[in-house]
């Protein structure tokens, strides 16, 4: 069982910044591929960013060269830096621990709005 809690969420100015971090309670989170994944109010939820246990990193397009995911496994951390925000990059926004199965935090609003 992994529980995940998400902090930094916020109202920020388009062209912003603001960042994300996830705590987890896995014994071994470096196992996990840790992702952010987001939802819209009338939305599906959608992929953010992706990184593995390795370091491999994968981002929607929506958010590349804009968003740097990380993860600090001392820690049992991953961060989600997003820059130059925008309107449409409002929502929750969930951490997500995956390792055979699927673990969800309760996710973090992020509002851009001027």
């Known amino acids: 069982q992994v529980q995940l809690v998400e902090s930094g969420g916020g109202l920020v100015q388009p062209g912003g910044s603001l960042r994300l971090s996830c705590a987890a309670s896995a014994i071994a989170f470096s196992i996990y591929t840790m992702g952010w994944y987001r939802q819209a109010p009338g939305k599906q939820r959608e992929f953010v960013a992706t990184i593995t246990s390795g370091g491999t990193t994968n981002y929607a397009d929506s958010v590349k060269g804009r968003f740097t995911i990380s993860r600090d496994n001392a820690k049992k951390m991953v961060y989600l830096q997003m820059n130059s925000l925008k309107p449409e990059d409002t929502a929750n926004y969930y951490c997500?621990?995956?390792?055979?199965?699927?673990?969800w935090g309760q996710g973090t609003q992020v509002t851009v709005s001027s």
């Open positions: 997500n621990a995956r390792f055979k199965n699927d673990y």
